[in-house]
């Protein structure tokens, strides 16, 4: 006890070497130092931000900033960080991308660009979507045909894992048949070998968007923009159960009754059962060929890629002026 009185550690020797000198143990020393005091600000803030987080839970450290001073403690971002950090809170966010890839599965090419979708069941594909809850996150997976844009299957989960992807394929080729190609984006779920056996299993081509290709995949895309903003944002679900029955009634809304301009104003059901009216074309605006090929967006008659886009540069550029730029042709047909 005596030698570690010896030892001062606000000294201009370091608190190593006086131990060396003294003889006594770095922990021995440590050990005997008195407790923090506790920092009765910070319990309180750590009481408000723990009430805060049961009724928010998706609340970061920014927006307790503003909680906290809007009750009357304004302090800054790396405080309520580190009390967060000590209780270990942490606001909810989807954890992992929706399209994240695994380093060891295969990836296969692109086929669809330019090519003519002209009948249902030629062309089917797939996504993951996020929904947010009041206490976390649901995933959503759907199959659509591309020529009717009909949702054949969908399933919701609380995980990232494959299995929910294999069963919506499994039910949507158990009830429709099985399309000539099938195309995802390379997310683990679609390039695992448990979801593509099935397709091969089947005798389906598969086809995976180019990253960084945003329109590749552009009508699953649409989907989820019209289950949000059409359905979800609408109805505030608060529990899976919940979210369960709403899709299922918007999904037989969508497929039955919504019209769709893209269709000529008829159902996604009409036009997959009938094979008239659908239709779609993802067009390589930026490929090197230069040369589209000569057929039309859907079968009701729209004028081809390659005939639109000469009608737009000959309009243009009779009503340019010197040195005005002509607006872009359109990449894709993806109206809702």
Known sequence: MIRQGWIAPGDLVAVVQQCDLAGVSRATFYAQKAPDLVDELDLLLGRLIDEEYTRHPFYGTRRMVVY???????????RVQRLMRLTGLAGMAPGPDTSRPHPEHKVYPYLLR???VVRPNQVWSTDITYIRLPRGFVYLVAIIDWYSRRVLSWRISNSMEAVFCVD?????????????????DQGSQFTSVAFTRVLEREGIVISMDGRGRVFDNIF????WRNVKYEDVYLKGYATMGELMVGLAEYFAFYNGERPHQSLGDETPDVVYRTGKGGGAMIVDKFGGAGEEPPVPLRSTGVSSPATARSKTTATTQST????????????VECTA
């Open 68 to 78: 906290l001073k809007t009750v009357g403690h304004a302090v800054n971002r790396k």
């Open 320 to 331: 340019a002026k010197p040195g005005q730029r002509r607006p872009a042709a359109s990449a």
């Open 168 to 184: 919506c394929l499994e039910d949507a080729l158990r009830i429709h048949g099985r399309p000539e190609i099938f195309n995802s």
């Open 114 to 116: 330019g090519v003519p």
């Open 220 to 223: 699953v895309e649409r989907l």
